[in-house]
């Protein structure tokens, strides 16, 4: 839970919220315009896409956030992270799923969460081709529309779980074994490579979201979203790759969460991929 402090006020908490839909209305406008054209991309160091518009999208948010609030911090996925030790950090993934957005599949999603002292206090995931926008601050709620989000913690055994991918485990190591261990436990499960499996979870349409690898900006809108719909998020490995921090993290209703968090946690320990439970980030 985000800590305690009287600066943080349901006016200022609303003020960011709102600010961090409205940041969602014009990277719609961006991705709306291209409509179905051909989208420039290239590859990143770490050999995922990166297209024309996630910069275009990331840099227009910069901007507005440092007219805004001069203060605050930005950690984005394109971009080198800027005044890293303020209290107040956003964190920007401008379109989370390249691959699907340049092949015009609807999955992907924008982003947005804002950390105070290291906690998310303000997250939204937002599908500009399904028209979904899941979005919560701190003590504000979460929601779908005017819907308000509560994660059910009565689920059935039928709704699938959702997975990382396998090329998410190292092959032929101890994390593959993992990943071998994780599709026997749960036969029926689905995978995205995207923010539309926590989307999915949110809406209790899957029974919770294992991701492993991921980085900040992967998860910290998640994080609001599911502890304001009264679901539970846990950290189970935290560790740094590079120059990176890499997050193993599983959400959804508390039940669910305590119920697998028995099995897997001492996998990810048998295996070797350190626990590191705390903050997401400290300046």
């Known amino acids: 839970m985000a800590p305690a402090n009287k600066t943080l006020t349901p006016e200022k908490m609303r003020k960011f919220l709102k600010f961090a839909v409205d940041l969602t209305f014009d990277s719609r406008h961006i991705i709306n315009t291209c409509g179905n054209t051909d989208i420039a991309v290239n590859f990143k160091r770490d050999k995922s896409l990166v297209s024309k518009l996630d910069l275009e999208i990331e840099m227009l948010f910069r901007k507005k956030i440092s007219e805004a609030f001069p203060s605050h911090?930005?950690?984005?996925?394109?971009?080198?992270?800027?005044?890293?030790?303020?209290?107040?950090?956003?964190?920007?993934?401008?379109?989370?799923?390249?691959?699907?957005?340049?092949?015009?599949?609807?999955?992907?999603?924008?982003?947005?969460?804002?950390?105070?002292?290291?906690?998310?206090?303000?997250?939204?995931?937002?599908?500009?081709?399904?028209?979904?926008?899941?979005?919560?601050?701190?003590?504000?709620?979460?929601?779908?529309?005017?819907?308000?989000?509560?994660?059910?913690d009565s689920l059935s055994d039928t709704q699938a779980v959702v997975l990382p991918a396998r090329a998410d485990f190292?092959?032929?190591?101890?994390?593959?074994?993992?990943?071998?261990?994780?599709?026997?436990?749960?036969?029926?499960?689905?995978?995205?490579?995207?923010?539309?499996?926590?989307?999915?979870?949110?809406?209790?349409?899957?029974?919770?979201?294992?991701?492993?690898?991921?980085?900040?900006?992967?998860?910290?809108?998640?994080?609001?979203?599911?502890?304001?719909?009264?679901?539970?998020?846990?950290?189970?490995?935290?560790?740094?790759?590079?120059?990176?921090?890499?997050?193993?993290?599983?959400?959804?209703s508390k039940s669910e969460v305590n119920k697998t968090t028995e099995v897997l946690q001492p996998l990810f320990d048998f295996y070797n991929l350190k626990s590191n439970k705390g903050y997401l980030f400290r300046g």
């Open 73 to 152: 911090g930005i950690i984005g996925e394109e971009f080198p992270g800027y005044q890293l030790g303020s209290e107040y950090i956003w964190i920007l993934d401008p379109i989370d799923g390249t691959q699907e957005f340049i092949n015009h599949l609807p999955f992907f999603g924008t982003l947005i969460a804002l950390l105070y002292k290291g906690n998310p206090i303000v997250g939204v995931i937002d599908h500009p081709a399904l028209d979904i926008c899941c979005f919560g601050g701190r003590g504000l709620g979460a929601y779908i529309g005017e819907a308000k989000i509560i994660l059910k």
């Open 170 to 252: 190292e092959k032929n190591t101890n994390e593959d074994l993992l990943f071998q261990q994780l599709t026997r436990h749960y036969e029926n499960y689905r995978v995205f490579r995207n923010c539309y499996g926590h989307t999915t979870t949110l809406l209790s349409s899957t029974r919770l979201t294992l991701e492993h690898k991921v980085h900040i900006w992967d998860i910290a809108a998640s994080q609001v979203l599911v502890e304001e719909a009264e679901g539970k998020f846990t950290i189970l490995s935290k560790s740094i790759n590079g120059e990176d921090t890499v997050y193993s993290v599983i959400f959804g």
